[in-house]
């Protein structure tokens, strides 16, 4: 099953550009050859740390997306565990929140294009009938 | 229903002071759920003058009015107006924060301090 994570990691700030490019590229390969995707990867640049970290006031935040199984995830968190260059790093499951968020958005687009009052009075009654159903049964109900 | 329920209750309060003339007294313990509530409050605010003020407004969930969707850990200028400047949770009681919305508030802001987008504990 292909589930959607992301990965926020902290590079240490004394690291050159290239340095970065080149671990970014490893992690990269190694989530391809593990059966993964890289969505994307986005550098959010050196930021101000909140608290010390390994006795660093800054860091370099890199935003990594990826699709995969859960072990993948393990195996990436294990390298960046050993990686001296990576001081923190966080992995968040985020297909469940975006599958909901996308049901929402859908919910409120057809609540706007469809006739106003009846739509938001259907969607209500659909939510109140039927609890998971979300805006399917609206038309039936209608 | 609901009509015949309150007339029944209305009925039951109007007999009271009737068949009692000392309505003050009787409404009090009478009003149970009423009574210990308003006394509540001053007395909340006689013990500290500072909560006094926080339960005159009424306040509503930022995220319910404003129709936002994710909260993220990522975005720190949102999560950090929840946040004291001791670097604590603001409690519900004091934002108007609907439970929900709070629940993913604060799983939120703990993500982001792991990742240290904020601190743990900071100033005093």
Redo the contacts between chains.
């Keep these: 099953m292909q589930r959607t994570y992301e990965v ?1 990691f ?1 590079v240490r700030p004394d690291q050159s550009e290239e340095d970065i490019d080149k671990l970014i590229s490893n992690l990269e390969s190694n989530v391809t050859t593990a059966g993964g995707t890289v969505k994307s990867f986005e550098k959010m640049g050196k ?1 101000r ?3 010390i ?1 390994r006795k660093f006031m800054d ?1 370099f935040y890199i ?1 990594l997306t990826l699709e995969g199984s859960g072990e993948l995830v393990k195996e990436i968190e294990r390298r960046l565990r050993v990686t001296e260059q990576v001081i ?3 992995s ?1 499951r985020t297909d469940v ?1 975006d599958k909901r ?1 996308a049901k ?2 859908k919910l ?1 687009d057809s609540k706007v294009k469809g006739q106003g009052r009846q739509a938001e009075a259907a969607a209500a009654a659909a939510a109140q009938a039927a609890t998971e159903a979300g805006a399917e049964p609206s038309p039936a109900a209608v | 229903m609901a009509e015949e329920t309150n007339t029944q209750a209305g009925s039951t309060e109007t007999a009271a002071p009737a068949t009692e003339q000392q309505p003050q007294h009787q409404q009090r313990p009478g009003g149970g759920p009423r009574g210990p509530r308003p006394a509540g409050r001053p007395g909340g605010g006689g013990g500290r003058e500072g909560g006094r003020k926080f339960f005159r407004r009424k306040k509503v969930c930022k995220f319910c009015t404003e ?1 936002i ?2 909260i993220n ?2 975005d720190v200028r949102l999560l950090g107006q929840f946040v004291a400047e001791s670097g604590k949770i603001v409690p519900r009681r004091l934002t108007g924060v609907c439970t929900p919305h709070q629940r993913r508030l604060s799983d939120a802001i703990k ?1 982001a ?8 504990a ?1 100033g005093r």
């Design positions: 926020m902290i930021r740390l909140a608290y970290v860091g935003l923190k790093f966080i968040v929140e968020l929402v958005k409120r | 129709k969707d994710s850990y990522k993500q301090r792991n990742i240290a987008l904020l601190p743990f900071g």
